[in-house]
């Protein structure tokens, strides 16, 4: 039996990462659910924001609007957004934040349906799904250099991936819960002044797509408990020096309540399953936007 563990017995702290010097750091932030904003020399990739954090009765209840006073206050600044697949907890808040910011967006066909439909100009849109040609696209933010991985979604609704297919109808915006259809799914490859990030937005993976040597892997939890072999095979695809967990609070909370652990989260057991691998992984979470630099 091992011992019961929260998020915050694994914070990371501020010496758990060297900034060179001579160089800006890489600034992580968590924004909650498996939404980080990654700065570097002025430059800012937001993955997957979403900020919203609609209650349950309210996502049940009506058509799900983006919250703009919690974008604006938490999500300020954006030179690219990325969407890593299209459930609205990964994806409400893109159109709003690109409107907002004039942010570059990439993401499935899906991705850009909806910001379409949600009045993003064509100008800023990336389908990256449409782009590939056998082998994952690339895109240059600033000072980063993006890759789009094909990846899955984990299938932990009684063994289904919830909300499947593409968003392909958004005649009438906003759309309900339900409607923000999975669409493809993507890792995120960044390399930036010499480090590499990835960020595995749902707990499943392709592994023959994995980069290697990762420095530091933005890691999904929920789910990971109905992936096969998902500690295994992450630790294998990956070899990352260090894991960031995500997407394990509560996300119907708002952001002002902080971030509580989902039930069923299994996080001694994800612990152990990781550094039974590699004993020399770094492993830890952040509070609700709180950052690491590197
Ligand atoms: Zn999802």
Do not use: N
């Not at 800006?24 to 990739?45: K, N, S, Y």
């Amino acid at each position: 039996m091992l011992a019961p563990m929260k998020p915050s017995d694994l914070h990371f702290g501020p010496r758990d990462f060297e900034v060179p010097t001579g160089r800006e750091p890489v600034r992580v932030t968590w924004l909650g659910t498996a939404g980080f904003a990654i700065e570097h020399a002025g430059t800012v990739v937001l993955i997957d924001p979403y900020l919203t954090r609609a209650s349950i009765p309210r996502l049940l209840a009506s058509p799900l609007r983006s919250d703009a006073a919690a974008v604006a206050r938490h999500a300020p600044r954006a030179h690219a957004i990325v969407a890593g697949h299209t459930h609205f907890d990964h994806a409400l808040d893109v159109p709003t934040i690109a409107r907002r910011t004039g942010a570059r967006v990439f993401g499935s066909r899906s991705c850009a349906t909806l910001c379409r439909a949600e009045g993003v100009p064509e100008a800023q849109v990336t389908d990256v799904e449409s782009s590939m040609r056998g082998e994952p696209a690339r895109a240059s933010v600033g000072p980063f250099e993006l890759r789009f991985v094909p990846s899955v979604h984990s299938a932990f609704m009684l063994g289904r991936v919830p909300f499947p297919g593409d968003i392909s109808d958004c005649e009438q915006v906003p759309l309900r819960a339900e409607k923000y259809r999975c669409g493809a799914v993507f890792g995120v490859e960044l390399r930036v002044a010499g480090r590499c990030i990835y960020h595995l937005g749902s707990a499943d993976l392709v592994d023959a797509r994995a980069p290697g040597d990762v420095d530091l892997l933005l890691m999904c939890v929920a789910g990971w408990t109905t992936t096969a072999r998902f500690t295994d095979r992450v630790m294998g695809a990956f070899r990352p020096r260090a894991i960031l967990l995500s997407h394990w609070d509560d996300f119907f909370s708002p952001m002002g309540d902080g971030a509580k652990i989902l039930p069923a989260m299994r996080l001694p057991r994800l612990v152990e399953g990781l550094t039974r691998v590699d004993p020399s992984v770094r492993l830890g979470a952040l509070p609700l936007l709180g950052a690491v630099e590197l």
